[in-house]
């Protein structure tokens, strides 16, 4: 079941994304570790977990090397070491003291860590990320971090604002010629994302069912 799922986001995809760089990351949080492995039977190899603890117990148990993880959840700086010793991505860095901290713990299990900015880019008062006119900023700080590899940006768009939202990340994404990744479209935005720019998805609901 999970397999047919799976097949329809991949076709999906495959029908807009004409240059075929359009990373999947299947979300699973909230989802048991029987289904995750249905994804992993079918080949999936990029998973995306929100919530640290429920994340790490599903990362030991399956404990396979071959699979990528995307920490893609709200981060509590004081619970840093877990993301860094046990994902590989990080989509939701949004302050200089996360990427402090990432960096030491990057250093300690001798690893670089792949992050991601998340960004706000509709000027949301709700909504977690860092304002496009503070990204510099940040961007200029995790370039000097040597266990940190800045590769580019995510956002969750404002309801109903998907296209204008990921136009604007698109722009901002080509400011900066030697980042390469935009982290952005879930279930009911995949194409319209990927038409605007995205290289990473990251969908749960249509692979995995509502949560
Ligand atoms: C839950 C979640 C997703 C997946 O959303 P779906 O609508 O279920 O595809 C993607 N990104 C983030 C940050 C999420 O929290």
């Not at 940006?153 to 390469?180: D, H, Q, T, V």
């Amino acid at each position: 079941m999970i397999a047919e799922r799976l097949n329809h986001v991949i076709q999906r995809i495959q029908k807009v994304d004409r240059s075929q760089k359009v990373k999947l990351i299947a979300v699973s949080k909230k989802k048991s570790i029987a289904l995750i492995k249905e994804a992993i039977n079918s080949g999936q190899k990029d998973f995306g977990e929100n919530y640290l603890q429920e994340a790490v117990e599903k990362i030991k148990a399956i404990d396979d090397p071959s699979l990528t993880w995307h920490f893609i959840g709200p981060i509590q700086s004081n619970k840093t070491a877990s993301i860094a010793k046990y994902f590989q991505w990080v989509h939701s860095v949004n302050r200089r003291k996360v990427l402090t901290r990432l960096n030491e713990q990057s250093k300690e299990n001798q690893k670089i860590l792949n992050v991601l900015i998340q960004v706000n880019i509709d000027h949301e008062d709700t909504k977690s990320g860092v304002m496009p006119e503070e990204i510099d900023d940040l961007v200029n700080y995790a370039n000097k971090l040597s266990n940190i590899s800045l590769k580019g940006f995510m956002c969750i768009p404002k309801p109903g604002n998907a296209e204008e939202s990921f136009k604007k990340m698109k722009i901002l994404l080509n400011s900066y010629p030697y980042l390469e990744t935009l982290s952005m479209g879930m279930s009911n935005d995949l194409e319209i994302a990927i038409r605007n720019g995205s290289t990473m998805v990251r969908i749960g609901t249509d692979i995995f069912g509502a949560r």
